[in-house]
């Protein structure tokens, strides 16, 4: 809970940072509750006083962050006592995404609930850069306008990208949009701000756009899972790893390039520059040329694929059955690598999951050395095509509830 | 450093538990210093009282742990400090390796110190796991009877399998060995116990061999190198991934298996069952298949296919760049995923690394997308092809010095 700079020598906790630690912790419990506890249960449950968790309780609910369920029932002597969740007016998250053939944003407010989406299909390959961050701009600001129309105050906003992000926030690559070297945090700062400042929380994180989803896939889904992997396909395909409950990055933050895996080493050339990735055989664009639907626009594509494979639709059904074999090929060298039990299919592949999961499982049990003894699950994602930009706002969101009190010095 | 077993509510560590934290946590740093520290430096590196770390360290010098270095030269007033070292005589750690064509041993001092190693090469698929099994043992206490000798007493024993070993010691499958659901502590507890035994520490550990190789190396390397792939070669191919300086096992412990990363999907069939697995195009036999030399014992065989390359002979070289880009495809996927910065070419690749980093290399600057941002070094393993047996009992040394008391208490 306390980071190094919160501990004295010896392991004694200063005294300033203690108010803070116990507001990151109680807000924290009723974050993870699984039903809105009550201040006794909190003391209960942290070992700290009635009274310290009752002053730090009011503290978060006047700042806006903690707010009183309604009334329980009365089933006995005395006042019930009422139970604490996270407020759905107070700070939102603002998530942004870009990917080849769409722009998405939303807000979630900390409860979780989505309070505004946009898509903006379009595709974006013949913009440049600062054209698209143009057009993410107008979108993040219509949002704004949106929640704070609903009493939210954005605070802050991290932006999914489908490509190699540095911790400086400057996209080294994202093949599939043609970007190179392209600093986003400079290119928005000639813009009005995305969202209100908070001191002590970043205003823009920009990140892998599987990444984002595989944090908002770990947060939207069982809390037992874990360890999972998280494919997602779009024109390109790119992959969160989540370990222990937290997401891989790498040594450089550039883990998950799932969609360079090689498949047929010497096959198809890849916009990566390599041979024989998996991107040119299981990537939407080739499932769409497989499917005999090149030329068309890109908007829309899973969703239409998706009806031509309900209708029978042999070269669409054949075109899914070699993707996901492709697919089954690559995740199978994953998970032979990595001994995880989840696969979760994300992006174009969630509506397509019901046409992709036999043959990726097919490739698990032919090629994965530990099946009989490890069963690999492969489902689609609980947020279905939304996970990455749903993910981005709810990192902001979970950044907001570890740090209760950047928020509350600004709102103070 | 401790476990929460030793924590008390509310944070307090309990008296009784004291003695053991500290007993660990000076030996812990005695181990980790570059040269040998002063008792008034351990002191002021941990924050005890000096009165106390002298306390302790003469518990652990009269346990058999801990040794003073000869005294410094005198430099100025006073009695010179007298620095500590890791004992080399008192508990030592037991390795053991079977492979397809060899069976290893070593023993291994506290300070790190190799003091016995055989090596007794066979082709061990026709033998049953028992009698494999044997021949461990008659190797082990032959191991125990010359460290004995040398005033050493075996504090545990690790084994290293080429394939997947379950949390309970029982292989569930080594397929180059022919080996399935063979459970190695029940065959081995027929026999005389390999080591004397320690309570609170592990007898014996059974353990995947690339996964002990990768621990081995990663205790032997630069201090500063904590995330890599330990790539074995052998008969069949397996890997160590080391993450954040600690062995990433997997949700089962399954994990590493690099051998049966597709490299040409529909190509050659493997042991395993599937196809176009990067073994048959990378393992031993088949580089000395396509070097023209079946037929032959497997004795041996990476010196002298070494010692044909040297000469220039052009079916060996072929063979081993045919191997080398197999192998790069593979390791391109597997940095593509985790974006690891170093590979490590262990077993019978780190003496034949000459021939096999240049294309490795090729097929990571072609296939990794962000290798102009993201360098990756491969390089042979510091400990050769002993890596396994090496680690396995590097693994029982560190083990003793994470938790000494378990040993004081036997030598006591």
Do not use: K
């Not at 209708?311 to 054949?318: P, S």
């Amino acid at each position: 809970m306390s980071s190094p700079a919160d501990t004295a020598p010896g392991g004694a906790v200063r005294q300033a940072s203690l108010r803070e630690i116990n507001l990151a912790l109680l807000l924290g419990r009723i974050a993870a509750a699984p039903r809105p506890p009550s201040r006794a249960e909190l003391a209960t449950a942290t070992g700290l006083t009635r009274a310290t968790v009752s002053a730090v309780v009011d503290d978060l609910i006047g700042g806006g962050l903690v707010t009183e369920a309604e009334p329980a029932p009365r089933t006995g002597a005395g006042r019930p006592a009422r139970g604490l969740l996270l407020a759905g007016h107070g700070p939102a998250g603002l998530g942004l995404e870009i990917n080849v053939d769409y722009l998405a944003v939303c807000v979630l407010d900390l409860a979780g609930a989505v309070r505004h989406r946009t898509v903006h299909r379009a595709d974006l390959r013949p913009l440049s850069p600062a054209e698209t961050l143009a057009r993410v701009a107008e979108l993040a600001r219509r949002a704004r306008v949106d929640a704070e129309a609903q009493g939210l105050t954005l605070a802050g906003a991290a932006l999914a990208v489908p490509g190699l992000v540095g911790a400086d926030g400057v996209v080294r690559l994202a093949p599939n949009l043609g970007w190179r070297e392209v600093d986003v945090p400079a290119l928005l700062a000639t813009r009005p701000p995305l969202t209100g400042a908070v001191p002590g929380l970043p205003a823009l994180v920009v990140e892998n756009e599987a990444n984002l989803a595989a944090l908002g896939e770990l947060h939207a889904g069982q809390p037992g899972v874990t360890d999972f992997l998280y494919v997602s396909g779009e024109v390109g395909i790119g992959a969160g790893i989540v370990l222990d409950g937290a997401l891989y990055r790498g040594a450089r933050g550039f883990s998950g390039e799932i969609g360079h895996l090689p498949v047929h080493p010497e096959g198809r050339p890849c916009r990566c520059g390599g041979r024989g990735c998996l991107e040119p055989y299981a990537g939407q664009e080739a499932i769409l040329t497989a499917a005999g639907l090149t030329g068309t626009d890109v908007a829309g594509d899973a969703v239409r694929l998706a009806r031509l494979a309900t209708g029978g639709d042999a070269a669409t059904l054949a075109a899914l059955a070699g993707a996901g074999t492709a697919l089954g090929v690559a995740v199978a060298g994953v998970v032979n690598l990595l001994d995880l039990d989840t696969v979760v299919l994300g992006g174009c592949y969630a509506p397509l999951a019901r046409w992709l999961i036999p043959p990726v499982t097919a490739e698990l049990s032919r090629r994965v050395l530990a099946a009989p003894w490890s069963p690999v699950t492969v489902r689609p994602a609980l947020l279905g095509g939304d996970a990455a930009v749903v993910g981005a706002a709810g990192s902001v969101v979970r950044r907001v509830v570890a740090r209760p009190t950047a928020w509350l010095a600004r709102a103070g």
